[in-house]
């Protein structure tokens, strides 16, 4: 593959700096693609001087619909492959649960 490929985390520092690990397994699986990172100005600074990074360029709204990243139908997209983690972290609350932190499975027959 030598297409573009779009790595979005929008926001928090911790996120963006933690989510730099997967930048180099992206390029060692497709070592010829162009990898954009999509931030908040505010984070570019943590991403500059990465190896592994082609552009970081800022994050904007419609970058949430996958489709509109990788295309749809008729829309070709600008990217060949979208990574968009945020989405399960920073948008939709899977770790909120009322106070309550500690969970466990019980399996009874």
Not at 12 to 18: E, F, P, T
Not at 32 to 56: G, M, Q, W
Not at 78 to 93: G, V
């Amino acid at each position: 593959m030598t297409g573009k490929i779009l790595f979005v985390m929008p926001r928090s520092a911790g996120d963006v700096l933690c989510s730099t690990s997967l930048l180099r397994s992206i390029k060692e699986l497709y070592p010829n693609c162009v990898l954009h990172f999509a931030t908040e100005r505010s984070f570019f600074n943590i991403l500059k001087n990465n190896p592994y990074i082609d552009e970081v360029i800022e994050y904007q709204e419609y970058m949430n619909n996958i489709f509109h990243l990788e295309g749809c139908g008729e829309h070709k997209g600008d990217y060949e492959i979208a990574y968009l983690p945020f989405l399960n972290s920073q948008s939709i609350m899977t770790y909120q649960h009322n106070t309550h932190n500690k969970i466990a499975y019980s399996i009874k027959y």
